[in-house]
């Protein structure tokens, strides 16, 4: 059974950083697009950061300069390097992976159970 695993939310001050890290485990045959979503209070989930299997990146408006993710396909992980770190990116962050198991052929949509991260100001 393909999972996905998220670590390294927390608390931080305005200004600081936080490294968030997803690593998927089971029986994978390939993995696409691997990223993270995050969702605060009240709001609807949106992407954060996105990458391809390819190396191609995307990333929310609110992000750009300051976020920074990175894949390492050899591991099937995907990490969120967050820099200057704002209130408003208090959320629970999601990590999401597009992902061929290998006992089903079939290319699905795989969720984290997310990892809260916080920003004080």
């Known amino acids: 059974q393909v999972q996905l695993v998220e670590s390294g939310g927390g608390l931080v001050q305005a200004g600081g950083s936080l490294r968030l890290s997803c690593a998927a485990s089971?029986?994978?045959?390939?993995?696409?697009?691997m990223g993270w979503y995050r969702q605060a209070p009240g709001k609807q989930r949106e992407l954060v950061a996105a990458t391809t299997s390819g190396g191609s990146t995307n990333y929310a408006d609110s992000v750009k300069g300051r976020f920074t993710v990175s894949r390492d396909n050899a591991k099937n992980t995907v990490h969120l390097q967050m820099n200057s770190l704002k209130p408003e990116d208090t959320a629970v962050y999601y990590c999401?992976?597009?992902?061929?198991?290998?006992?089903?052929?079939?290319?699905?949509?795989?969720w984290g159970r997310g990892t809260q991260v916080a920003v004080s100001s």
């Open positions: 089971g029986s994978i045959f390939s993995i696409t697009a």
């Open positions: 999401n992976a597009q992902i061929i198991p290998s006992n089903i052929r079939i290319l699905d949509n795989y």
